[in-house]
């Protein structure tokens, strides 16, 4: 497809997003607000009965749970909030797992007009507290055990939080004895249901910390008014219809979780799965064929995780309900793209989006996608390469070149502010483009290739590289299981990509494979980019949302060699506790 100048497609410029909110149900005196457009329009269109959640525990009980409940449920979480004291704007920040509360406190808070503020339940008391203490959280809702374990210690320091409201850990069960804590549960089911606050397209709804692997928390502020394109991504990239069985994997302090387990499935009136287990591959499979899961949105480290389990074990569970399955969070490569085609019978898309943009903005759908590829921007969606100049921007047309990638700041989802900083979040705009940083190369046909975050790139002999291009090829080798690149310093060349792999089941490691794959690599990319350097590792270390945390390899691979770099074996936990 030809692009005109501007770096759109003709088709986005023309999308009207006036007559695109004018499928919201709007709040019956005027107005705009999440929770009204999740349950209650579907309860006042005669879907009161229809199911909106089933809820697996870990020992698999299972609860069903009607629109009409949970928008009850809702109404009183939210009269309870009100008899804290929460006022519109308010932020309440949410310490839980995934569970039927988790989707009560959530609609209960938009209610109230408050703010709904997950947080990730692996972090420590540490960032806990700089995130509580940035949020200004009045209130928080937490489980038992982990309001005991990481909240209890640093509370004395939190001055903005008043109140504590506990979810005992198993159903059915009250609280014990804890200073300053109410019963979540007891609370809500005496109190008298509140109605929603009138709220409008610009109050603020949501706020979630960026996963970053920088360091420094910045929490992306949403409005109400990203609805809209919660409402029309579920469309354009699940085709989502009432009949959908829809899960997300994603855990409650991403965003992932808040806008696509969430959000979307109960706007579109599906029924939501809400799975409380960890992952478990013999579980997830089972789990997706006895729900009968029509939909399926995860992540690439969950189903290359899957691919490792073997194919023989997924294709004992081919007889699936399932049409579409989609990932996000970081580069799906073809390879597992088109594993899940082989095994599960049906094809994984990748879609990109960020904290900041509240929404799938580039996705491959079922009819229009190029395994590889982030696919092309939605219907909506002006996206263009760029070169960042001072304070301008170049939008760079010709195919395949590497530039910054930007969006049109006109979308509905795009974060309203970084709490408490204003100049980082004007920082992120030029002439009226949102810069995402992250490089990014646009095909001829429009399809938008990942090259890495802008501060991940290799600079090796006057080359640039991304470290995706290395770990896609490298996949591809039957002994890899997961791969991550960097780039390593050298006198000579300035940096050296260096990887670092996890092997598949049957694969040892040792000197020959090292070999081998350093020999693969310079078949596939040619020796001015193939990895100098393998190091076997049994775990690659992750951000809480499963990214691979280059920064933790960056530094593995500068450390000077030492006596167990001759032949290195694991040493890296799963997963990081803090940033
Ligand atoms: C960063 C955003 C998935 C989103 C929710 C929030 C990377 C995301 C892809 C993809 C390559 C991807 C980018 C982006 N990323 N999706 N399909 N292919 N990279 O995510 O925690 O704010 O992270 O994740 O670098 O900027 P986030």
């Known amino acids: 497809m030809a692009l005109p100048n501007n770096g759109t497609t003709a088709d986005d410029s023309r999308f009207d997003w006036n007559s695109a909110r004018t499928l919201l149900a709007g709040l019956p005196g005027g107005g705009i607000n999440i929770a009204h457009e999740a349950v209650d329009r579907h309860v006042a269109a005669g879907q009161g009965e229809r199911t909106a959640l089933v809820s697996l525990g870990r020992h698999y009980e299972r609860h069903k749970i009607s629109y009409g409940q949970l928008a009850a449920a809702s109404a009183r979480v939210c009269a309870v909030l009100q008899e804290l004291g929460v006022q519109p704007g308010d932020t309440v920040a949410v310490l839980l797992g995934r569970s039927v509360e988790l989707y009560q406190a959530a609609l209960g808070i938009w209610k109230a007009g ?68 109410d019963d979540f549960r007891a609370r809500v089911a005496t109190a008298q249901p509140a109605a929603t606050v009138a709220t409008t397209e610009q109050s603020p709804a949501f706020m979630h910390f960026t996963s970053g692997t920088t360091g420094i928390p910045k929490g992306a502020v949403h409005v ?16 989502l219809v009432p009949d959908d069985v829809y899960w997300c994997t994603a855990d409650p302090g991403w965003i992932t979780n808040t806008v696509y387990g969430l959000i979307v499935p109960l706007v579109n009136g599906c029924t939501a799965l809400v799975d409380e287990a960890e992952f478990d591959p013999r579980r997830w499979y089972g789990v997706l064929k006895d729900e009968a899961v029509t939909v399926w949105y995860t992540t690439p480290t969950n189903i290359r995780m899957m691919m490792r389990y073997g194919a023989a074990l997924a294709r004992t569970y081919r007889e699936n309900s399932l049409r579409l399955a989609a990932s996000a969070g970081e580069p799906l490569g073809a390879e597992a793209a088109t594993w899940g085609e082989k095994t599960l019978g049906v094809q994984f898309n990748d879609t990109w989006w960020q904290t900041e943009t509240g929404a799938i903005a580039i996705a491959n759908l079922a009819d229009d996608g190029r395994p590889g590829s982030m696919g092309r921007p939605l219907p909506g969606v002006q996206a263009a390469v760029v070169n960042r100049n001072l304070s301008k921007v170049e939008v760079v047309n ?40 992250d490089l990014v190369r646009r095909d001829a046909d429009g399809f938008f290739w990942f090259v890495g975050r802008s501060d991940d790139m290799i600079k090796s002999a006057g080359h640039t590289i991304g470290p995706f291009e290395i770990e896609a090829s490298m996949m591809v080798h039957p002994a890899v299981a997961e791969i991550g690149v960097v780039g390593k310093p050298d006198l000579l060349l300035r940096e050296v990509p260096v ?41 690659m270390p992750k951000t809480t949302t499963g990214k691979i945390l280059r920064r933790a390899l960056k530094a593995k691979a500068s450390a000077e060699p030492d006596e167990d ?3 290195p074996t694991s040493g890296y936990p799963g997963r990081f506790d803090d940033e």
């Open 114 to 181: 408050a703010v709904f503020c997950p947080l990730f339940g692996v972090f420590g008391p540490g960032p806990l507290r700089s995130r509580l203490e940035l949020s200004r959280a009045k209130v928080l809702i937490a489980t038992e055990t982990l309001y005991s374990r990481k909240v209890l210690s640093i509370r004395g320091n939190l001055a903005d939080l008043r109140h504590v409201l506990l979810v005992a850990d198993e159903p059915e069960q009250s609280i014990g004895d804890h200073a300053g804590c």
């Open 224 to 239: 109400h008014g990203a609805v809209v394109s919660h409402l029309l991504t579920g469309q354009q990239v699940f085709k």
């Open 398 to 437: 010709d195919p395949d070149a590497v530039g910054e990638l930007a969006l049109r700041a006109d979308l509905p989802s795009l974060f309203s502010s970084y709490i408490g900083d204003t100049s980082r979040f004007q920082s992120c705009f030029i002439d009226g483009w949102y810069l995402t940083g």
């Open 499 to 539: 990887a670092f792999v996890s092997l598949n089941p049957g694969f040892e490691e040792g000197d020959a494979l090292r070999t081998e794959l350093l020999y693969y690599g310079r078949q596939h990319l040619g020796s001015a980019i193939a990895p100098r350097e393998i190091q076997f590792v049994e775990a």
């Open 565 to 567: 770099a001759v032949l």
